[in-house]
């Protein structure tokens, strides 16, 4: 049981921190627009998005910062990074 929950917590962060990667790529004011929905929503709402998937929250809180370009690449990078390598599917020893 505990392979599958693991295998779909990857999946899910996975996909997200893709989307997320596009978003940067191609089309940033989609971050700013998924920001501001989140914003937006009850704060108990936004309280379980924020605990369900922390890593990309947290990904997109630093994004929205004012912080120089370069320290919000590097962070949201090594966020992401750190999240797939930790959620990364493993045999228990």
Do not use: C, H
């Not at 501001?36 to 994004?63: D, E, H, K, S, Y």
């Amino acid at each position: 049981m505990n392979v599958i929950i693991n295998i779909g917590a990857f999946a899910i962060l996975s996909l997200l921190w893709l989307g997320f990667a596009a978003a940067l790529i191609f089309n940033q004011a989609i971050l700013d627009t998924v920001w501001q929905t989140l914003r937006g929503l009850p704060i108990a709402v936004q309280v379980f998005v924020w605990l369900v998937v922390l890593p990309v929250t947290a990904g997109l809180w630093i994004w929205e910062t004012s912080w120089p370009l370069w320290l919000r690449l590097l962070l949201v990078i090594g966020l992401g990074f750190v999240t797939i390598y930790t959620f990364f599917p493993r045999k228990a020893a």
